[in-house]
């Protein structure tokens, strides 16, 4: 009897999994890979100032840099995900570190913002993507009840960078010049490479038998890609209206990363005032993502409603950022960045959470991917849109205006998700394993390509009424 107790006990904690080992180590290369990346991506705005200066040219065109950037990360997400659903997420993060600090080196030689836009933009966004959903998918992966706190931790490091990174930067940009501060910043990039390496390498079921007809091969190659994408999500209502929501949300998002340094400088306050703005929200956003993931694991409330709740302040409180310094007032303005600190790192922590619930663990990894790859035109649009607004009126207050209204919007669009009422989650979804799905495909292939006395004999031999069976 005891012995069918711990059996019975063993295996339902590992279908819940390991919840730590292992998993706190991957938490903290987490943390360290986060911080390199949207850390720093936060934190460029204080390259921004420096790029209309040197380039001068308009607000919208530096913009597109950041934007590009981030929009890279999005939209190479799917492939990212493809590439360690195949292969190994190890190798697929120390390459998007090696790529992440090659295009900021790179960066740093540039004449022209066409070059920041393939440098900054392009390849280093290529590499952000490779690093940032493999991290997250390998740490969910290790975490079950703790999973929103593991995030939570491994997402702090964001707040923390951008409360280090923005003073950090002027100091840098000070004494080295932009050029000098980039390089720096491709060095402190490589760091990512080591943090991949801890990744420990996935257990793979054996590789179906080779399939002698070309046809065939083809058709399971094609199969097998689509697996690997996940692209059965996009014909689900849950998984496409929880997209859409976060897609709108991003819009306006990083707005303030970006251009509230700007707005800073522009009402008034001096440099390092402006950078301490940034570093505050940084520290408030700490905060709010341990926060946000211990109170989500209690239980008490559903994930999606925390979310829901977080994303709202978010926006409302960047639409008050303007409002704020309109007087003139540094405290003002100070105590509405520490609250949109809080609430921005708070619905970070659960916005990626949420997604086993809707697609299951198994489709984390494709599920993260397919989701960067959709709001990578809304990452793409927004800063180049708070920009264009800002050239339009002369000040960033409609900026944040609208970028703070596209938040209230993704909040609701997530209240139209299937049982969002309920005080209970639905039960994710299961799908057949890949190799299941590769014998359907292969006995349907053999039934196609067979001749039409095989199709005979196949379905004779299939018959439940066939004598030849009894």
């Known amino acids: 009897m005891t012995n069918i107790k711990s059996k019975s006990q063993s295996q339902s904690d590992e279908a819940e999994g390991p919840d730590g080992g292992w998993g706190w180590v991957l938490v903290v290369a987490m943390f360290v890979s986060s911080s390199l990346v949207f850390g720093l991506m936060r934190s460029l705005g204080i390259f921004f100032v420096e790029f209309v200066q040197y380039f001068e040219e308009s ?3 530096i913009s597109w840099i950041s934007s590009t950037g981030l929009a890279a990360q999005q939209f190479f997400s799917p492939l990212a995900a493809a590439l360690c659903n ?3 997420p190890r190798v697929v993060v120390m390459t998007g570190g090696f790529l992440a600090g090659l295009g900021l080196t790179l960066a740093s030689q540039s004449t022209c913002l066409v070059h920041l836009y393939l440098t900054m933009g392009v390849i280093s966004g290529f ?11 390998t740490v969910m992966a290790n975490f079950t009840r703790r999973r929103a706190l593991a995030l939570g931790l491994g997402f702090s490091s964001i707040g923390l960078s951008s409360f280090a990174f923005n003073p950090l930067f002027q100091l840098l940009v000070e004494t080295y010049a932009w050029r000098g501060a980039l390089l720096i910043l491709g060095a402190l990039s490589l760091n990512i490479v080591p943090c991949g390496a801890l990744i420990r390498p996935q257990r793979r079921s054996k590789a179906p038998a080779k399939v002698d007809s070309e046809t065939k091969s083809c058709a399971s190659m094609l199969r097998r890609i689509a697996s690997y994408l996940e692209l059965s999500l996009l014909t689900e209502r849950p998984y496409l209206t929880y997209t859409l929501g ?17 707005h800073s400088r522009q009402v008034g306050f001096s440099e390092y005032q402006a950078a301490f703005v940034m570093s505050a929200a940084g520290a408030s956003d700490i905060l709010g993502r341990v926060v946000s993931g211990w109170f ?7 994930v999606v409603h925390l979310l829901t709740l977080w994303t709202g302040l978010a926006g409302v409180f960047i639409m008050l950022l303007p409002v704020s310094s309109m007087s003139g007032s540094y405290a003002a303005l100070m105590v509405i960045s ?25 489709r984390t990894m ?7 790859l959709i709001e990578s035109g809304a990452g793409l649009l927004g800063t180049p849109l708070s920009g ?5 009126t002369g000040n960033y207050i409609a900026s944040f205006m609208v970028a703070g209204s596209f938040l209230v919007l993704g909040m609701l669009t997530m209240t139209t998700l299937p049982r969002f009422f309920s005080c209970t989650d639905p039960p994710p979804p299961q799908r057949r394993s890949l190799d299941a799905k590769e014998k359907v495909l292969d006995l349907e292939l053999e039934q196609m390509n067979s001749s039409p006395s095989d199709k005979k004999h196949t379905v004779e031999s299939n018959d439940p009424a066939n004598p030849k069976l009894c």
């Open 296 to 302: 989500s694991d209690l239980g008490h409330f559903r």
């Open 59 to 61: 607000a919208q065109a």
């Open 246 to 262: 976060v897609t709108l949300f991003n819009v306006g998002y990083f707005v303030p990363y970006f251009h509230l340094v700007a």
């Open 338 to 362: 520490l609250l949109y600190g809080f609430c921005s790192g708070a619905l970070t922590s659960v916005v990626f959470a949420v997604v086993p619930m809707i697609v299951g663990v198994e």
């Open 388 to 392: 264009f607004l800002k050239d339009v």
């Open 366 to 372: 494709g599920a993260l991917g397919l989701l960067q």
């Open 127 to 137: 590499g952000w993507g490779m690093v940032f959903t493999p991290m997250v998918a």
């Open 86 to 88: 195949a292969y190994n």
